[in-house]
């Protein structure tokens, strides 16, 4: 079965492509390229190409490519680091609500996109700056379970160890492009979660 475009390049081909898309259509069509084929994809000629459009569209909207870039960057961080930000707190008094919290943003896939947060990591290889920002962005992640495991009674070392496990299971299960049903994914929280906190889980 093929697969699914984005919206930006249906338009495109439905025979009702504008001359200049709006900014979002680009945003989309960038995305598209970079979780599929990587950074070195997202080029202005090739997604004019794919978009069946001049490079002028691209002006209308953007400098240069590195705006572009920095435009992917931003939806990356409203999409896959807000949602994690906003559950920031000094104090932690209920460790596994706070835990079924952290681990929810990754079970609801909504904003957060695990194909975009693959491609950023992939990005980071080639990039020192996005490197820096998701190794910043991976240590809050994991500051995070750090504080519901201390919450729920464990010391620091362990706290530590138990987030990164956590962290790193959740990593390693959208790199292995695992497939579950989200129906069963959801069946097996209880059961993960059981696991993850260990002795103190109640």
């Not at 900014?23 to 979780?35: H, Q, S, V």
């Not at 994690?84 to 929810?104: I, K, M, N, P, S």
């Not at 943003?105 to 920002?133: N, T």
Request: proline share 3%.
């Amino acid at each position: 079965m093929a697969e699914a475009q984005p919206k930006s390049q249906q338009k495109a081909r439905s025979g009702e492509a504008r001359k200049t898309l709006s900014r979002e259509a680009w945003i989309d069509a960038a995305i598209y390229a970079l979780e599929r084929k990587g950074i070195a994809n997202v080029k202005i000629d090739h997604l004019s190409r794919q978009l069946k459009v001049t490079r002028g569209s691209f002006y209308f909207h953007f400098k240069n490519l590195k705006d572009l870039l920095n435009s992917l960057l931003i939806e990356w961080r409203q999409r896959n680091c807000a949602p994690f930000r906003a559950l920031a707190v000094e104090t932690v008094t209920d460790g596994q609500a706070y835990f079924d919290a952290v681990t929810g943003v990754w079970i609801r896939e909504d904003p957060f996109s695990p194909k975009l947060d693959l491609a950023i990591r992939d990005w980071a290889r080639s990039s020192a700056a996005v490197a820096r920002e998701l190794r910043d962005q991976d240590d809050f992640r994991m500051e995070l379970l750090v504080k519901a495991f201390a919450a729920l009674g464990y010391d620091r070392d362990e706290s530590l160890i138990r987030a990164r496990v956590t962290y790193f299971q959740q990593i390693g299960y959208y790199t292995t492009h695992f497939k579950e049903p989200p129906t069963e994914r959801k069946r097996f929280r209880t059961l993960y979660t059981k696991i993850l906190i260990g002795p103190a889980y109640r």
